[in-house]
Every structure is written in structure tokens, then in C-alpha cells.
């Protein structure tokens, strides 16, 4: 009986050890860093697969953001949210950078699909980095050349200077749909 009691007491002390303790740890900043940075990697690469011009036009640009998105809808409202990096070209300089997105309307499903962002100008890009960008409402934009040459073939002209490229499990989208999107630093990456 008291070898039964003390295997009891040590499987209970065993158990309330291992529920006590976390079964995963939380990724470390540097470990996150290094997920965001893998996923720009294999982004740019399918990119370049599927648009091979995408890579002249991102290799003489400012400099460029890559982001994944998942999202999902259900019924009348909807959002999604992801993680990214810009990058200056020349330096090499990395922003870490978050972004939320909300829905609103009828419908169902789950979306997952990867954009980058690609700046002609200096400028543009420490503009997007310190302050972001928002979206409102939605827009949709169909997908076309560029007015700087086949380049930019497969991107979404967002404003003057500013290109959008979105892949989709499929490859690059036809057409680009933002719907209330705000893009921002990660203050926990950066």
C-alpha cells in the first residue's frame, strides 16, 4: 500500500510538473526573425519563378516588403493578419513589419496568399516603413505592365512609384483585392 501511495504521489507530481510547464516554448525574436526572412526567401523565389522580370525590377529598385497573409471569413465579418520585411536594396537594411486586415460583408472562406511591395523611390519605401499604409474600403486593381517596360509585368501600380505583386497557391494573381488594410512596424522584431 505505501508503494502503491508513493508511485501515485510521484505520477501526480509528475503530471502537475508537466502540465505546469509549457509543451512548446514561444519562439525567440531572433528565431521569428529568421521564419519572416525565410518566408521573403521562398516568396521571391516563386515570384521569380512564375514572373521572371520581377527580379530585374526588385534588384534595381529602393528597395521592396514581402508579406504573408492568412485570412478568413465567416458569414458577415472577416480579417486576416501576417508578418513581413522591407528591405533596402543598397543597404540591405531590414524593417520588420506586421499587418492586419478587416472584412466586412457575406460570405465564407480562408484565404492565404503573399504580396510584395516593390519601390522605385527611396522615399517610398522609408514612407511605407515609418509610417505604413492604410487601405480603405476596397480596391481592386487588375494586374498590368508597368510604364517603365515589361518589368513590372504582373504587378498592381498601387500610386506612383509604388508596384504590388500578390501570389496566390495558384501563382500570381490576375488581380489584386485590399480590403481595409493597415500595414505597420513590428515593435516586437524590430
Known sequence: MVNRRKTLAALAAGTASALGAPAF?????????????????????????????????????????????????????????????????????????????????????????????????????????????????QATAAAQTGSTGASYQGAVAVSPGVWLYQLTGDGLAAELTVKSTKYYKNKDLN
Open 25 to 137: 516554448a514561444a519562439p525567440s525574436k531572433d528565431e521569428k526573425r529568421a521564419e519572416v526572412r525565410k518566408m521573403a526567401q521562398e516568396t521571391l523565389a516563386k515570384l521569380y519563378s512564375v514572373q521572371p522580370g520581377a527580379k530585374k525590377a526588385i534588384e534595381s529598385s529602393a528597395g521592396y516588403a514581402v508579406f504573408s497573409n492568412f485570412g478568413m471569413k465567416i458569414l458577415v465579418a472577416g480579417g486576416g493578419s501576417g508578418d513581413g520585411v522591407a528591405v533596402a536594396t543598397k543597404t540591405k537594411a531590414e524593417t520588420f513589419m506586421s499587418m492586419a486586415e478587416v472584412q466586412a460583408g457575406l460570405g465564407m472562406g480562408i484565404k492565404k496568399f503573399r504580396l510584395v511591395w516593390v519601390f522605385e523611390q527611396p522615399a517610398l519605401l522609408q514612407k511605407f516603413v515609418s509610417s505604413g499604409w492604410e487601405f480603405g474600403a
